[in-house]
């Protein structure tokens, strides 16, 4: 008699396929969402450095260019000339006010403008004379900081804009120019003083990726090129 023995099959059940795919389908889920916070959060890191970095740029170059304000070449031709000689170069403007009797400062604005003399090009350049490429300038427009090379009043055309609305937008751009008159001598043979002034810049900033970030950079600039100004018997009056 021909004797038949049944083995057992191992294996899953429907059931236990389904249990077994639901779990692997959560693991791959929460996997994913890790993931993918993991991606945002280092997608801001990278938004929030290159926003960081944009500024610092931009408020160096403002204060290392505005520091140069009213170099002259030329002027060293000048000693031992026995006559008050004027620094073409020497006049800082703010929104398109100099420092005056009239306007003694501090002044604050959002438009700087200065000259210098241009060295790289010592030939054409470097002589003296405030040429139209001599003449610069920053100041806020359209929520970025603008540069003009040739800026002879803050609504002239041409600014080209130094920093990119798309990673930031700048809220605010204030720079105050204060001028501090150092008579040489006493009263009443005080005849020259010596204008030392400063500028500080305040930079505010916010950005359109990263929702919340926004920085404020403030620094004082001591312009090197101190203005020099004839006066009267006894009518220089420190301040």
Same mark, same amino acid.
């Given at each position: 008699m021909l004797?038949?023995?049944?083995?057992?099959?191992?294996?899953?059940?429907?059931?236990?396929?389904?249990?077994?795919? &639901?779990?692997?389908?959560?693991?791959?889920a929460a996997i994913t969402q890790i993931m993918v916070s993991s991606n945002s959060?280092?997608?801001?890191?990278?938004?929030? &450095?290159?926003?960081? @970095?944009?500024m610092r740029s931009v408020m160096n170059l403002m204060t290392s260019d505005i520091r140069r304000a009213g170099f002259n070449a030329y002027a060293v031709s000048q000693?031992?000339?026995?006559?008050?000689?004027?620094n073409p170069f020497g006049g800082l403007s703010v929104d398109?006010?100099?420092i005056s009797t009239a306007s003694p400062g501090p002044l604050s604005g959002g438009c700087i403008r200065y000259g210098y003399d241009d060295s790289s090009n010592a030939a054409t350049?470097?002589?003296g004379v405030l040429n139209g490429n001599e003449q610069y300038g920053f100041k806020l427009n359209g929520g970025a900081v603008q540069r003009h090379t040739t800026a002879t009043a803050c609504a002239d055309a041409g600014w080209q804009a130094l920093t990119d609305t798309s990673n930031l937008t700048v809220t605010a751009?204030?720079?105050?120019? @204060?001028?501090n008159l150092v008579c040489q001598g006493t009263a009443p043979n005080a005849f020259n003083g010596i204008h030392d002034q400063t500028v500080t810049i305040t930079f505010t900033a916010t950005s359109p990726l990263v929702t919340g970030l926004a920085r404020t950079l403030t620094e004082t600039?001591?312009?090197?090129?101190?203005?020099? @100004?004839y006066f009267a018997a006894g009518d220089c009056a420190p301040t």
């Amino acid at each position: 008699m021909l004797t038949v023995t049944s083995k057992r099959h191992g294996g899953f059940t429907l059931v236990e396929l389904l249990v077994g795919m &639901v779990i692997g389908m959560t693991v791959l889920a929460a996997i994913t969402q890790i993931m993918v916070s993991s991606n945002s959060t280092n997608l801001d890191t990278l938004r929030m &450095v290159r926003f960081n @970095q944009e500024m610092r740029s931009v408020m160096n170059l403002m204060t290392s260019d505005i520091r140069r304000a009213g170099f002259n070449a030329y002027a060293v031709s000048q000693v031992g000339q026995g006559t008050t000689m004027a620094n073409p170069f020497g006049g800082l403007s703010v929104d398109d006010v100099a420092i005056s009797t009239a306007s003694p400062g501090p002044l604050s604005g959002g438009c700087i403008r200065y000259g210098y003399d241009d060295s790289s090009n010592a030939a054409t350049n470097a002589d003296g004379v405030l040429n139209g490429n001599e003449q610069y300038g920053f100041k806020l427009n359209g929520g970025a900081v603008q540069r003009h090379t040739t800026a002879t009043a803050c609504a002239d055309a041409g600014w080209q804009a130094l920093t990119d609305t798309s990673n930031l937008t700048v809220t605010a751009l204030t720079f105050t120019l @204060q001028d501090n008159l150092v008579c040489q001598g006493t009263a009443p043979n005080a005849f020259n003083g010596i204008h030392d002034q400063t500028v500080t810049i305040t930079f505010t900033a916010t950005s359109p990726l990263v929702t919340g970030l926004a920085r404020t950079l403030t620094e004082t600039v001591h312009v090197r090129n101190n203005r020099y @100004q004839y006066f009267a018997a006894g009518d220089c009056a420190p301040t």
